[in-house]
């Protein structure tokens, strides 16, 4: 690789304090020792089993879980640890776009609102008078016409919804985003026509994306690289021809054969205990184990250029 | 389309939304089918398809600026021109909604445990037992710690959760029906399978019946028995889930089954399906799916197909069941 990649992640350890309902105990682990990188105009997709700690990952990077340890490098620039000030300059350059398109639009602000009120609370330069030519633009890129500007969300469908959303990450200019399950919510046109668009958006402004998926057909279409993850740590990392052709970890073959058919689920909970185990947190569902396994934790280690596996057997 | 006496039987039903100045938005146009008691059916179909304004009308919470003719029956008794107040009480005895938005049903002011405990007491049989029958439904719903959370305000809860109050509320009278529209689309993928697999809990173990409305045909199969695909605010085929997945016979159930991403094809753009869902105003002859079907011909664009019993339990609109090509090219939806 010539360039520094865009985003580069080094050990990041999310952790969850024990509040609300979950009284008491022990910080919980969501993310433990994650390392990756994307480069520009690139995609990585995180895929696993739902309570990972996928979404958690990708809201550290855009500042919205706390990062425990670790480091995360942002075009050179480091995220931990950092003040408020210089998070809010960096933000501005990454975004972010969730499964519920409704969720996360106020609904009482028109989309053309929702598209400029984003830049300018973050204190980007202003034009009062050109900010619904603005918005327009941006609206009209994700393929909504003209009459969009004065309308409230619950006046649109949810695949148009999610490119109000869309919009509104765009006009801050990022050159990163985190896509966190953006089509689970849409029919099948729909999410075919938020996915295309995405691609096409990325080839345009050299957009480095981090898609968050648990529907592998679907990632296999937008991933130039997969990392597969499974109780709070990346096991299989790779090319996304080469994790879905030709995986290795037992973990990421029993997400490959439950995607063809086979059964694979596992209770978020048991997930979670998963975490206390000393050696291999997969040994309990894996056929491939054996009593070694039970004892020392796995590293992720580079079996052939390019290509990471968490398993000595394996790798 | 079921056998014996039908818990709902809906019969040409049309739904017009009119605005000043616009033409009349039919958003469904001479819909029929039937539910057993007890029975799961989902409601299929691309956004726009006039799934939501089918459940809306069947509940009875449609604006009153909507025109709907045709006839809705529960249990034998026509709902169609009942009033508010009967209507209102049908829907806190008989007929339970859940929303895709729990917030947006949830009063946020008011305790989850209290809101359930009122469904109780305005249209329950007991209302004195508001309380335990609220804590039972809240139970039931796999609300953990249900005694510890009766108190707890919507906001202190997750989405999971607050789906989970919102459907202890439309069940704690023990419904005949639960119309569910897109239940879970605004939740966390990881709790989505837990909701789904709570509805088919509620069929069998209270008889409840489920009118799941889902554009997610892997949802579908999982939580209903048979499914109905709409087209532009008409039926286009309704059979049981696996024959519906299996062995498609209409050209749109085909077109979303081959839409979905297979595995193995490698990176690119998605298909999706070519064209997009007339507007409920575009009023088209003939039938509806012709701009967009592969197969269309000449016929199509005249004359509208009706629902036809083609095989056993299996019904299909469309003029050229027989010549299309066979569903053996679609590939297999994965469960
Ligand atoms: N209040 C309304 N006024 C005018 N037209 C409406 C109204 N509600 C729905 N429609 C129109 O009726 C048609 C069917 O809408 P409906 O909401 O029932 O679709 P749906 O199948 O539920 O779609 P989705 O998957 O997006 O929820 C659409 O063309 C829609 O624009
Ligand atoms: N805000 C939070 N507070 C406490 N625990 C959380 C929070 N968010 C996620 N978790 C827990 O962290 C783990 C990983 O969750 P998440 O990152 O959402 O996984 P995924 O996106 O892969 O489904 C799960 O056990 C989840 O319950
Ligand atoms: S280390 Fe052992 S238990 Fe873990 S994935 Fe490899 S073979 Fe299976
Ligand atoms: S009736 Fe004709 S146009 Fe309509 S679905 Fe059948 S073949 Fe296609
Ligand atoms: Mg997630
Ligand atoms: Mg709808």
């Known amino acids: ?315 | 389309m079921t056998e014996g006496e039908p818990l709902l039987e809906v019969r040409n039903l049309r739904v017009e939304f009119r605005a000043d100045g616009a033409p009349p938005a039919r958003a469904v146009d001479g819909l029929s089918f039937s539910m057993a008691e007890g029975e799961g059916l989902a409601l299929l179909g691309e956004s726009g398809s006039g799934k939501t304004a089918t459940a809306l009308a069947v509940a009875g919470l449609l604006p009153a600026a909507a025109r709907i003719t045709g006839s809705v029956r529960l249990g034998g008794r026509e709902l169609l021109g009942l009033s508010d107040r009967e209507m209102r009480r049908l829907r806190g005895s008989k007929i339970g909604f859940v929303f895709q938005e729990p917030s947006s049903a949830l009063n946020p002011v008011l305790p989850v445990g209290e809101q359930v405990a009122e469904a109780v007491r305005l249209h329950g049989r007991h209302p004195k037992l508001a309380r335990h029958n609220a804590l039972d439904a809240l139970r039931g719903a796999g609300f953990p710690d249900a005694a510890a959370r009766f108190g707890a305000y919507p906001h202190e809860l997750s989405g999971g959760l607050r789906q989970r109050a919102c459907i202890a509320m439309a069940v704690v009278n023990r419904p005949q029906l639960l119309i569910a529209d897109e239940p879970t689309s605004a939740l966390d993928v990881s709790v989505q399978a837990g909701i789904l697999d709570l509805f088919a809990e509620l069929r069998t173990g209270f008889e409840i019946a489920l009118l799941l409305i889902t554009h997610d045909l892997r949802m579908a199969a999982r939580a209903a028995g048979r499914g109905l695909v709409l087209y532009a605010g008409r039926a286009a085929e309704c059979a049981r889930m696996g024959a519906l997945l299996e062995r498609p016979l209409h050209p749109y159930t085909k077109a979303l089954i081959a839409a979905l991403p297979q595995l193995g094809t490698g990176r690119g753009r998605l298909g999706g399906i070519p064209g997009s869902v007339p507007s409920a105003g575009e009023i088209l002859p003939g039938c509806r799916f012709a701009p967009r079907c592969p197969a269309a011909a000449e016929v199509c664009r005249q004359e509208a197909p009706q629902m036809a019993e083609v095989l056993p339990g299996h019904w299909v609109a469309c003029w050229q069941i027989g010549k299309v090509e066979a569903p053996s090219g679609l590939p297999e939806v994965r469960l």
């Open chain 1, 1 to 315: 690789m010539a360039t520094a990649p865009l985003l580069l992640v080094r050990d990041l350890t999310v952790e969850y304090r024990p509040g609300g309902f979950l009284a008491g105990g022990e910080p919980f682990r969501a993310a433990d020792g994650v390392s990756f990188a994307i480069d520009r105009g690139r995609t990585l997709a995180l895929v696993g089993e739902s309570g990972s700690g996928k979404s958690t990952v990708g809201r550290a990077l855009v500042g919205l879980a706390p990062i425990a340890a670790g480091s995360v490098l942002f075009d050179g620039s480091e995220l931990a640890g950092i003040d408020q000030a210089a998070r809010r300059r960096l933000a501005r350059r990454m975004g972010v776009l969730f499964q519920d398109p409704y969720g996360s639009l106020n609904p009482r602000m028109t989309a053309g609102e929702a598209v400029w009120e984003a830049p300018v609370a973050a204190g980007l330069p202003d034009w009062p008078e050109r900010r619904r030519e603005l918005a327009g633009e941006l609206l009209a890129r994700v393929g909504l016409g003209p009459d969009a500007l004065a309308r409230y969300p619950h006046e649109f469908s949810g695949g148009q919804r999610q490119r109000i959303a869309l919009a509104r990450a765009l006009a801050m200019g990022p050159e990163f985003l985190v896509l966190d399950e953006p089509t689970s919510a849409l029919d099948v046109s729909m999410a075919a026509q938020i996915l295309n668009l995405l691609g096409d958006l990325q080839r345009e402004r050299a957009l480095a994306y981090l898609l968050i998926g648990h529907d592998l057909a679907l990632v296999e279409k937008a991933a130039d690289r997969i990392a597969v993850m499974y109780a709070g740590q990346i096991v299989e990392e790779g090319e996304a021809a080469v994790i879905l052709g030709r995986p290795r970890h037992p973990y990421t073959r029993l997400l490959l054969d439950a995607a063809k058919g086979g059964r694979a689920r596992i209770a978020p909970a048991e997930l979670r205990r998963a975490q206390e185990l000393p050696g291999c947190r997969f040994a309990p569902r894996c056929p491939a184990g054996d009593s070694g396994c039970l004892e020392r934790a796995p590293q992720l280690v580079e079996t052939s250029p390019g290509h990471a596996v968490r398993c000595p057997r394996f790798g």
